[in-house]
């Protein structure tokens, strides 16, 4: 009998013995995911997203042996893939094509990982943009976001832009760019082309460099105001004349492309209007228009002495087209008119008004591409016209400020945030 | 005072019970092995058992046929281990392994005491071939020697601060086998207990079992005395039997947070009762029972020792919380039928808190675009801070006792316990405590099945 005792105090002292472990952290997945592809690619709709589209995903913890199942699915834009879903490598590797969609700009491929037992890991989101036809492409992109400037010219092909410090060359597709480099184009400031392409950009050390070959090289103007180390206000008027303002020097202009520098007399009355638009009619007489309000003159002596010209509103912007006929941008109480002029100024009478979200300088109001005018009214948006006559509502987007055409025809609107454009490819190019 | 009385009035009735019988003197040595059980604790981590000597001598003056007094003079040495995985900077508590990831210190940090013990206790032994024998009473410790870990060193600044004396409690439990007619072996379980904490700003208090076998010699005992002892002995055996047991017992906590329920968790039972027959068949049991109580975890929660109200749970765990207590109960058992061989017994229990421990494994789940992390936390955490030290309620039990060989029973009982008391010391959390969460309660419930053998 004292056996079956033991037997039992000794099972019981047993069981009631349990080894533990000793206290550890330690991580036992530890995976990473990743695109190979570069995230951020600009592709037009329809593109292959590069050759192909590579997923790694791998444990570190077991990098031989845990493959992943990987489950490609395409979450915005309407694009697709040849290879919906696999498995990883032994590198930890799998790839499929992504070809984009036409749904949206910003375009998603997710890749949903699963581990061999079929647990849920995490999801990878690679983003690419894919531009459209015929709609607005909201890009905050560098540089283009933060462009000021842009010349383009539709006969040689090509096209610049500025962000204030870099000019950039408009590449193999409109929203690609290039940056253009010259030891002569230190800070540049603005861009700007006369009718026979001849390029002048001002710098912000006060300097005038141009180029005659399409931005290939650049050459050194005259500096239009010796004496002064910071930047001017540059203008090409029609006649290809160079006009400079500063506002503690005298107005200049040049009419042999930057070389020699003309002044206007003193006390000149178009020097308190600010730095403006310059037009020579055909009768040889000068048309000008400050920045500020109501400013429009007119000289018949070549700038020497100049004659007030009354104008409707708070104007601020003047366009004039080929037949000579003055279409004047005024403020007034909530609106934007746009006036018209057939007697040189005499007569204006108001053709359509707008109530923008905000007033601002006017810039590249007046745009011509092929057939259409585009007029951007800062804080109000877009109108289209085939000529200035009747207008009708493009896009109204109240935080646009200025609009540039490039070479192809591709409108780049400017967001009023210095971070923002908005392409729209009309040609389908 | 009531307590001084309560002692004197019981140590008079043990000498006006002695009376009437013969008195001996016994004496012996003893050698075993303790295994540290450190009491209390500053923080989680895992105290390894580790086994250290120990010895003695001890005087018996047996007050009558089962009661007596007993002293000594013993020697032990007590290991203590702490294993923890934590951030010795920013470590707060266990639940925060996660939050303070950035570098881990796998620790093992030791330090050992080395005691001379003077301990007081009173004996009840039941008379038998194989003699069985209680313990309890009180002990004195004087710190010989001692060595502190680096970290205890360092973070306690307690070069100084060792209390050189302590006071506990022992509990003790054994058999001895005769070898002749004055020599007996021994075989002696113990557990004691410290009640003061042995270094300044520390919770921590001494804790040890031991296993010991010894010799045991009686004299001034004459053989007459020898011979109706045991006489009286069989007499005895009559009335008095004493049951080991072991078996399983399966506990649970029924509270819900947040609609997460707490798991039952099954452990082992031991222990040996005394049955005292009363009249028409009922008898009156006093048990000592080692039982592991607690529940399981297998949820969400941003702790590994309960669920917290919370809106985002840290691990997913699979966790333990066991409770080794020392179970005394006070029962009336009722024989049902003319057999007598089924019974019923019901009672109110005082239970003692040994040790409380967290184990298990919790892991964390980290993902983002780039990245997918599981964390593994392996959890060994003495949370004895977290359970009240000691618990009352009451037990129902029911059984069949089958004879076997001679007057040996074979019983099987089942046994069902409730707890008055809420087992869990919030007050222990502090600051980890939020507004939303309600806090924890622990109220135990417990099964057991029971085997064991009736010895006459």
């Known amino acids: ?429 | 005072m009531k307590k001084y009385n309560a002692i004197i009035s019981f140590v008079l009735i043990i000498f006006c019970y002695s009376v009437g019988y013969s008195q001996k003197i016994t004496t012996g040595i003893y050698s075993g092995v303790n295994f540290s059980d450190i009491q209390g604790q500053d923080f989680g981590g895992k105290w390894e058992s580790k086994p250290g000597p120990v010895q003695g001598i001890y005087l018996n003056w047996s007050l009558g046929r089962s009661f007596g007094l007993q002293t000594g003079l013993g020697f032990s040495t007590v290991y203590y281990e702490h294993r923890t995985t934590y951030n010795p900077v920013f470590y707060i508590t266990p639940s925060y392994y996660n939050d303070m990831m950035p570098v881990y210190y796998q620790t093992i940090d030791k330090m050992d005491f080395s005691f001379m013990r003077l301990p007081l206790l009173l004996t009840v032994s039941i008379p038998s071939s194989i003699q069985f024998n209680m313990k309890a009473g009180v002990v004195f410790s004087f710190l010989t020697d001692h060595s502190l870990g680096s970290y205890y060193n360092y973070s306690y600044s307690v070069a100084d601060n060792i209390k050189k004396n302590d006071f506990g409690y022992l509990f003790s439990s054994g058999i001895s086998y005769p070898l002749g007619d004055r020599f007996r072996a021994t075989l002696n379980v113990s557990y004691l207990t410290g009640r003061k904490k042995f270094m300044d700003y520390s919770n921590m208090k001494h804790g040890s079992s031991e296993y010991t076998l010894g010799i045991e010699y009686e004299f001034l005992k004459k053989n007459k005395t020898l011979k109706n002892q045991n006489q009286e002995s069989d007499s005895a055996s009559k009335r008095v039997t004493i049951t080991y047991y072991g078996g399983l017992n399966v506990s649970w906590n029924p509270q819900r947070v947040d609609g997460k329920k707490y798991l039952p968790l099954a452990g082992p039972a031991l222990g040996f009762s005394v049955n005292i027959p009363l009249s028409h068949g009922s008898s009156f049991i006093s048990r000592v029972s080692f039982v592991r109580r607690g529940y399981s975890m297998k949820d969400s929660s941003s702790f590994f020792y309960r669920y917290l109200k919370d809106d985002k749970p840290v691990y997913a765990v699979n966790t333990k919380v066991q409770a080794d207590y020392a179970i005394i109960p006070i029962l009336i058992n009722i024989p049902l039928g003319k057999s007598q061989k089924l019974y019923f017994n019901t009672g109110p229990w005082l239970g003692l808190r040994l040790n409380a421990r967290n184990t298990g494994v919790a892991y964390n789940v980290n993902h983002s675009e780039s990245s997918y992390t599981m964390q593994e936390t392996i959890i060994y955490d003495d949370i004895e801070k977290f359970i009240k030290a000691n618990d009352v309620g009451w037990a129902f039990g029911c059984g069949v006792s089958v004879p076997v060989v001679k007057n040996y029973k074979v019983d099987i009982s089942l046994q069902y316990s409730i707890s008055f008391k809420d087992d869990f010391n919030s007050s222990a959390e502090g600051y980890m405590q939020n507004n939303s969460d309600p806090g924890s309660v622990i109220r135990f419930r417990t099964i057991s099945l029971l085997l064991g053998i009736k010895i006459p």
């Not at chain 1, 010219?153 to 060359?169: C, G």
């Not at chain 1, 400050?290 to 009354?310: A, H, M, P, Q, V």
């Not at chain 1, 540039?404 to 389908?428: C, E, P, Q």
Request: a neutral charge; proline letters at 5%; one cysteine or more.
């Open chain 1, 1 to 429: 009998m004292k056996k079956p005792v033991l037997l039992i105090a000794v099972f019981c002292i047993i069981i009631s013995c349990a080894k533990y472990p000793d206290p550890e952290v330690k991580l036992v997945k530890n995976y990473s995911f990743s695109f190979y592809n570069q995230t951020g690619q600009k592709f037009l709709s329809g593109d292959m997203v590069n050759d192909s589209v590579t997923f790694y995903a791998i444990d570190s913890n077991n990098p031989q042996k845990d493959s992943v199942r990987v489950l490609f699915e395409v979450v915005k834009g309407g694009g697709s893939v040849t290879v919906p879903s696999g498995y990883t490598n032994k590198s930890g590797l799998l790839s499929t094509h992504w070809k984009l969609g036409t749904q949206s700009f910003e375009q998603k491929l997710r890749a949903i990982t699963y581990d061999t037992s079929g647990n849920y890991l995490t999801s990878t989101n690679l983003t690419e943009y894919g531009f459209g036809e015929n709609v607005w492409d909201t890009c905050t992109f560098s540089p283009d976001g933060s462009m000021t400037g842009m010349v383009a010219d539709t006969n040689s092909r090509f096209t610049l832009m500025i962000d204030n410090n870099q000019i950039y060359r408009e590449g193999a597709r409109y929203y690609l760019w290039e940056p253009v480099s010259d030891p002569l184009l230190v800070s540049p400031r603005t861009l700007m082309m006369d009718s026979k392409g001849i390029i002048y950009v001002s710098t912000w050390t006060g300097e005038l460099v141009k180029s005659m070959d399409r931005g290939n090289s650049w050459e050194t103007c005259t500096k239009p105001f010796p004496d002064r180390p910071y930047y001017f206000y540059p203008y090409i008027s029609n006649d290809n004349y160079v006009w400079a303002f500063a506002w503690d020097h005298p107005i200049k202009y040049s009419k042999d492309g930057g070389m020699t520098w003309t002044d206007l007399p003193d006390g000149n009355p178009v020097a308190a209007g600010g730095f403006g638009d310059v037009y020579r009619l055909k009768d040889g007489s000068l048309l000008y228009h400050g920045s500020g309000c109501c400013s429009l003159n007119r000289s018949f002596d070549n700038g020497l002495t100049w004659t007030k010209i009354e104008t409707p509103g708070y104007s601020i912007k003047i366009f004039i087209n080929e037949k000579e006929e003055f279409f004047l941008v005024s403020q007034g109480p909530g609106t934007i008119v746009i006036y018209k002029s057939t007697d040189y100024g005499q007569t204006f009478s108001p053709l359509y008004s707008v109530a923008p979200k905000f007033v601002t300088d006017m810039q590249n109001t007046f745009n011509k591409q092929g057939s259409f005018y585009y007029i951007i009214l800062p804080g109000y948006g877009i109108l289209k016209s085939p000529d200035l006559n009747t207008y009708e509502v493009y896009w109204v987007n109240n935080n646009l400020n200025n609009l540039f055409i490039d070479h192809n025809g591709v409108l780049i609107a400017k967001d009023w945030n210095m971070n923002t454009v908005y392409y729209r490819n009309n040609s389908g190019k």
